[in-house]
């Protein structure tokens, strides 16, 4: 396949999932995670390897935009690489939610391909806070790909990016990630503050 073929298939491909992405648990997402921003809750987020990225952008955003006291465990490297080194990855997320003291007028939300799996030992740090916040009743949200995983199954409100091209699960989910997370912080049942550019004047 020519780049300029696959570059065209690629971007079709993408209007393709997100002409299938239900706007209505969009919505959903938004109206939950402004009654948690409005009873005082934080809203921790939570991503592994790109979705850690895509975390520390989505914790500036759903600060400054939205107004939540907003934290991402990967965004302290020195606490994180600790805790994996003394008590191991699997609980690496966890053990920092307790130590945050999260409770039940708190949010989680989580960027992931695949949303956890405990059969499958697959991100079982995502596994165990998702365990760790539903014990103590918190608000939980993801946007996720695949069939949405432990994610989907713990949470109040799941954004499931549609798995349609099985060899690009991955880039779409992530990318979508950002488009939906755009949309919420952009959502007016969430933004509070102009964002730069659209307050500057001509």
């Not at 979705?51 to 989505?58: D, F, K, L, N």
């Not at 939205?66 to 003394?86: H, K, M, Q, W």
């Not at 880039?171 to 979508?176: A, F, K």
Request: charged fraction near 25%; aromatic fraction near 6%; proline fraction near 3%.
């Amino acid at each position: 396949m020519m780049q300029d073929s696959f570059s065209k298939s690629f971007l079709s491909e993408t209007i393709e999932v997100i002409n299938k992405i239900d706007a209505n648990e969009i919505d959903k997402m938004a109206t939950t995670l402004a009654k948690v921003r409005d009873q005082g809750g934080r809203l921790f987020i939570l991503g592994v390897g790109g979705s850690a990225g895509h975390a520390g952008h989505a914790v500036n955003d759903f600060r400054k935009i939205c107004g939540f006291e907003a934290y991402a465990p990967t965004d302290n490297v020195s606490e994180l690489t600790a805790r994996i080194n003394d008590e191991g990855w699997d609980t690496c997320f966890s053990e920092w939610l307790k130590g945050s003291r999260i409770n039940k007028n708190d949010g989680l939300l989580i960027f992931s391909v695949g949303g956890g799996n405990r059969e499958k030992n697959i991100s079982m740090n995502l596994v165990k806070s998702l365990e760790v916040a539903k014990d103590v009743g918190a608000t939980i949200t993801g946007i996720v790909g695949k069939d949405g995983g432990y994610t989907k199954v713990a949470a109040n409100s799941c954004v499931v990016i549609p798995p349609l091209y099985n060899d690009r699960i991955t880039p779409h989910t992530e990318g979508l990630c950002a488009v939906v997370w755009h949309l919420l912080v952009s959502h007016p049942a969430l933004k509070i503050k102009q964002t730069k550019w659209e307050s500057t004047k001509p």
